[in-house]
């Protein structure tokens, strides 16, 4: 489950924790900040590249006839595959990642797509897909900034020990500013990165490699039958 936390209770943890909740050296801006990049650098991409599924998200595209998608904005990793809505009932058609060997066999061809990439900002289908395809792509963010968040908003630190690396790396930060000793707050910082780290690679055993069949292959009997490896 989530361990969430307002910007305002994790900044008050961090200024209480180095004696400046009332140091009008640090303003709340700057504070902010801080804990931001602490944050985004050494608890959202520790699990997002360690538990790959934990800050998950899902977009799905519509097709206009043209052979790629513009990727999301806020893209940082894609989670599995892209799958096509085959009705209304919600089924889907997982699609493949499509080889660098195989490109031009499958280019310039119509119908709907199998095969996929992304490439700079775009996700390139093959073969082009008609207008109106629909397609769900799971992936995860780019890691959100914090500096601006309000007082009330909410901030995911996935575990105590997550909240431990925000608390104690920002307080790396704020002692270095009136030249205090941070050794104490080094420590602590890293022991908590390393219990965050273990516990998002505990989690991620549970998503191992495995066979994909692809068994019903009714709108391209070339496939039938048909297995790769994924993630």
Not at 68 to 80: G, I, K
Not at 139 to 157: E, F, H, K, W
């Amino acid at each position: 489950m989530p361990f969430r936390l307002t910007m305002s209770d994790i900044r008050t943890q961090c200024l209480n924790n180095v004696d400046m909740a009332t140091d009008e050296s640090v303003t709340t801006a700057e504070a902010n900040a801080i804990i931001s990049d602490v944050y985004c650098s050494r608890v959202y991409l520790t699990v997002a590249s360690a538990f790959r599924r934990y800050f998950e998200t899902s977009t799905t595209f519509t097709t206009t006839g043209l052979s790629y998608l513009a990727e999301p904005s806020n893209h940082l990793s894609t989670v599995d595959t892209i799958e096509r809505v085959l009705d209304s009932s919600g089924r889907l058609r997982r699609l493949q990642r499509i080889m660098p060997q195989e490109r031009a066999v499958w280019s310039g061809r119509t119908g709907h797509a199998r095969k996929w990439e992304i490439v700079d900002d775009r996700i390139y289908l093959y073969p082009t897909p008609p207008s109106g395809d629909q397609y769900v792509l799971r992936y995860i963010q780019q890691p959100p900034s914090l500096a601006n968040y309000g007082d009330a908003d909410v901030v995911d630190v996935v575990t105590p020990d997550g909240l431990a690396v925000v608390i104690w790396g920002a307080s790396v930060r704020l002692k270095a500013k009136s030249d205090r000793d941070v050794g104490l707050a080094l420590k602590e910082r890293d022991e908590a990165a390393t219990r965050l780290l273990l516990w998002a690679q505990d989690r991620a055993a549970n998503d191992q490699e495995h066979i994909v069949v692809e068994d019903d292959c009714d709108d391209d009997p070339r496939l039938e039958g048909s297995y790769w490896y994924d993630r």
